[in-house]
């Protein structure tokens, strides 16, 4: 058979050789992808397995991190609340030296009435009445009691303007220096109105049971805060500002309500109660000084106050 | 041995003049007379009319008879509120005033009476560099206050004030 042209038949061989090639190429590449499918499902399959022990981690890590904060919040004030409170302990401590000190200073006052005998016996005649001509009072006849009576009152009203007239004098008090710290915060509950908050190293009594008690050193000590606070509302154009006082962990707090930028009402405020306790000639004589210090409000309320929002936190991380 | 001699600490001056210690420290600023916290005895009268605190709860106040024992003392502060014409912005009265002198508990009590009237419109309160002001809001406030004042009967947030003190 000698060569001729091609068969049909040879046409639909050759077309099918291809086909089942080409058929068979793209099998085999379907037959690898099918097993790199495979692989890769079961890699996902793995991941999704560990994906919700990741998961948990992660919020036990959040959770650590929140707790060390609050631990933080926490710690600190309690720590600052105990370290004024030690600090008011000792100002008590101080106005028992103060008051010797006054009573010292009381018989110094007496001593140099030597020089002024009429002054010095009324004097003595005001400080005899009730020890020893009151008792005997009751035997006379109501118009003589009248009468010593009056005349007592009067000796009285002399030599309380004799004291008046005098500059007040405040004894200095031996001892070392006693170094206290106020604390001032600013709390903002709507916008340009700060409530300026001071801790003050002073029992809350000093304040709660004013009328019960002797006001010595504490007193003034809150006394020098307080006028620092209204002088700064004065300085702020608000004079009619109130400072508000109450009792928190049985410290002293004072608080005015202002309205104005944060950020400068705090320092203001420190400045003048920081001036007012420089100022103050009965704390130099005890040898009280009073360092202001304006801190973070986190820091003076307490903890549970700003309690860190779960979802918060899950959202911000979201 | 000299203290009743001497100058009056804050809290005697505070108990002479009817206010909190800190309060005479606020009055000594305003008059530039904070140097010392001493307070002579003859500044005193000039400090509580500077302040303008007045003493109404005197023994011979005529109280109003009422059942319930709170109520009967607000109706009687009001009253005096009243009869005094604090009625206007122009004519308000330390705020308390009204209970200066009462016990603790009754001062809390007229100190929320006062609150409840203000939020009901019957009372205006102004905030001053001499301390909280009150009056009545108006004359025809000042009516309706008379009428509850003589009746007893006030809007259910002011009789809240003694009903939870009961």
Redesign the interface.
Known sequence: MGAGPRRIDNAYLEVDRWVRAAVGNALQEFEQLTREEDEVRAQIAELERKLPELQRAQKAAKAEARRAEQDRARSLYESLFDVLGEQSRAIELRAIAVREAEVAGDSELLAELVDDPARAAALQEYLDYKKRVLPGLNAFPDSYRGAVHEHHLAVKAELVAYFEDREPWYPPVRGKDLDVDVLVAVDVPEEDLAVVMAVLPISAEVQLKWSDRHDGLATAFAARCVEGMYRAAIGLGQPEAQVVMGGHRGLLVAEIQLVGDPGELGPAVAGGMQAAIGRGLELQAARVHGQVKVVSVDDVLPPEVFPIDDDEEDGDAG | ??D????L????A??QIGI???EV??L???RGE?????I???KISELREFAGVEVWWTPDVAVVEDDNHLRGRARTALGMLLDREHIGKDAVTRVDNLWRGLPLREQGVLDRVVEALAAEGMLYLT???R??QVAVKNKNTARSLRKAVKTGAFAASVAECWEQQA
């Open positions: 041995m000299l009743k001699l001497k100058p600490t804050l809290g005697e505070a108990r909190d210690p800190f420290v606020r000594l600023v305003q904070a140097k010392h916290l001493r002579p005895r003859s905030r001053t560099e301390g909280l």
